[in-house]
Structures are given as C-alpha cells and as structure tokens.
C-alpha cells in the first residue's frame, strides 16, 4: 500500500474480503466485532450519503451495536489511531469530510 490510502471509487464493489487485504496492511485483524462497525458505518452512509466522523461514528454504533461498542475508547482500541478514517477506508467509503 502507498503512503497514502486509496479509498473505494465504486461502493458497491466493497466486499468483507478487500476489508481483510486493506486491515492487514493497517496491522489490524479484523474480527466480527469488527465487521459489525463497518456495517454500520456503510448503513450510515447509505442514510445520509456521508461517510461518519467520529461523533455520528459512535453516536451510530452505540445505536446498533450498544453503548459500550460505540464509545470512543472502544473504537480507539479496535482501529487505532484515527478510527472514523480508518473505518471508512475498510468499510469502503469515502474519506470522512473533516478528518486530516
């Protein structure tokens, strides 16, 4: 992967297995708990035709998933560093629009 990420210019192409290639090149394992963000973050964009930032992210989960699974800790620990980024990357979305 180059220095910088390549996001899905087609998202319906997105698929569970190109999330595995892009999370291995982040050194992230993707699990179900996993999966499960980045189903929520596609079932976003399709809503709302954006790609979640973090507070929307979290505010998102939390409804789906619970509260515990949308709390930013939890979210840091599953995608370090910057995970609205991140989840959009291998969720096969767009860039959110304010994150660097």
Not at 3 to 12: A, E, F, V
Not at 29 to 54: K, N, W, Y
Request: with cysteine; aromatic share 8%; net charge positive.
């Amino acid at each position: 992967m180059s220095d910088k990420p390549t996001y899905l210019s087609n998202l319906p192409d997105w698929t569970v297995e190109q999330a595995n290639v892009r999370a291995a090149e982040l050194k992230i394992r993707l699990t179900e708990e996993h999966i499960q963000v980045l189903l929520v973050a596609r079932m976003f964009f399709d809503e709302f035709g954006f790609s979640p930032s973090m507070r929307p992210l979290c505010k998102s989960v939390s409804s789906s998933l619970g509260v515990e699974k949308g709390r930013s800790l939890y979210l840091n620990e599953k995608f370090p560093g910057s995970p609205a980024k991140s989840v959009a990357l291998l969720a096969g979305l767009p860039k959110p629009k304010n994150c660097l």
